[in-house]
């Protein structure tokens, strides 16, 4: 079946620190993969996505590579905020449907 | 901008209450999706609909109901509301006839069944 796992949290980390979130997965077929973001009190926001291997997907400093061979989909910023303190989820669509990880809590500290 | 809203933001009902979570979207997407939120668990589908008058189990529907009357609106009905079923709620709804496309969230609603 399909499925998403993604690193437990939380994630602490210090302003400017580097952030990798690991997710994998599994599918039938080709998934379009996402990242999103919610941020306390609200809903979900797209972060970025890829829709094929090899693709990156990018926002707001936030990198992700639709990595094939590993079946992986690893989230990377290279100098957090406090700004991004909130809780990421990792997501595949193999079609209409969207199968989300649990979901990881970065908080950052100035 | 797509707008996804949901008619409150916090609900307290006491158990047995019949429940009504509304949600409507001004982008006149075919899909509408209902999830739960919980702690360590994610998001699960409840249900969603691809048309007015359509709709398809998720993983948890026991206990929930839907309706789709008009495309912009989704309901979610808690026929009679439970203390297990106290959770964050989510609506999303996506374009039709565009697999593996993202799909747009509203704010949510956090019940609480007392």
């Known amino acids: 079946g399909n499925s998403v796992t993604q690193m437990e949290g939380p994630v602490t980390l210090s302003e400017e620190a580097f952030l990798t979130i690991n997710c994998t997965y599994t599918a039938t077929g080709y998934p379009s993969l996402f990242w999103y973001v919610q941020y306390p009190g609200e809903g979900l926001q797209l972060l970025l996505k890829a829709t094929k291997a090899d693709d990156k997907g990018s926002n707001k400093g936030f990198e992700a590579t639709y990595r094939k061979e590993t079946t992986s989909f690893h989230l990377e910023k290279g100098s957090v905020q406090v700004s991004d303190s909130a809780v990421y989820f990792c997501?595949?669509?193999?079609?209409?449907?969207?199968?989300f990880g649990k979901g990881t809590t970065l908080s950052v500290s100035s | 901008d797509v707008k996804v809203t949901q008619s409150s933001r916090y609900l307290v009902k006491r158990t047995g209450e019949k429940v009504f979570l509304e949600c409507v979207q001004d982008m006149d997407h075919e899909n509408m999706f209902w999830y739960r939120q919980d702690p360590g668990l994610g998001l699960r589908l409840i249900y969603f609909?691809?048309?007015?008058?359509?709709?398809e189990k998720g993983d948890i529907p026991e206990g929930y109901s839907v309706s789709r009357e008009k495309k912009e609106r989704f309901s979610l009905i808690l026929e009679s509301a439970s203390t297990n079923q106290t959770s964050m709620y989510l609506c999303?709804?996506?374009?039709?006839?565009?697999?593996?496309?993202?799909?747009?969230f509203g704010p949510g609603t956090r019940l609480t069944v007392t």
């Open positions: 999303a709804s996506s374009p039709g006839g565009v697999r593996q496309t993202e799909q747009y």
């Open positions: 609909s691809y048309d007015v008058k359509m709709k």
């Open positions: 997501a595949l669509s193999v079609g209409t449907a969207l199968i």
